[in-house]
């Protein structure tokens, strides 16, 4: 449906004054619904600077890590995405995709413990705490892009008459198209000592379009939260007089309990009078797992 297809005066109902027909009664194809086409035009783009560090096992002792200052754009998160059709997909739809996280820090590490049997030469010494391995991994990356009517990092809602806000009351800003954005009225960053679980971007730089405007605010709000992830492992290998072998295992994921948000709010909603009454826009939604811990014994024969 193009822009303003509902306002035209032909394409009202006659029977309910300023209600517009069905879409479907002045389609271009009349009678049908949307009609999906898939057109090989798409392009992606990745540059990055990359850098590795390994210390390969010697001494009882493995680390490495590895830096990865990158930016990603593209139209569309993958294959056969939804771009605009009446708006320029290259205004609409281009900018920062949603893999796109400018850094990324990884570590591992794994290192068998000393013996202490070899200061304690002791029968009990060695069965507790000789064979001992610890292992770990760190991740930290920057937060994903947010996209408009996401409640979670990565995804994308459409609405071909409201686009991607709501309105409350429901208006029909547009008459069709490719939906409408907020108009852009200030910057909606926040310094770091400023974003809140409930506040994390500035809500206030956007504003409803007026009717007939689709908007100007760009297909990303801003940047979600990121992650500072800590994985470790204990190990102890319990020698046995058969060919058998029995190993216990302490492991834990997100081992600081460290909060990791996943998941913002960027649904604005507006009144007749365009002011924003969502009670949860630019909030803080979910959060990735807690400390996982769990505890195995492995019996090899």
Partial sequence: MPYGARFLPENQDPTRPGTPLPDNFFRLYQGWGSIPFVSFEGTSRYNSLQTQAVHRFSHNLEFGGSYTWSRALAYTAGDQGTVAAHNSPDVWNYGLANYDRTHTATLHYAVVLPHASHHVNHALVEAIFDDWQFNGTMKIYS???LFWGSTGSNSVSSNTSLGTGNLTPGVDLTGGGDGWRPVLVGSPELPSDQRTVEHWFNTTAFARPTQGDRGDAGPVVTRGPGVHNWNMSLFKNVKTSGRANVQFRAEAYNVFNHTQFSAIDTTPR???QGNQVSGTFGQVTAARDPRIMQ???????
């Fill in 143 to 145: 937060g994903a892009p």
């Fill in 295 to 301: 505890f195995a014994l492995r019996v090899g024969f």
């Fill in 270 to 272: 507006y009144d007749a």
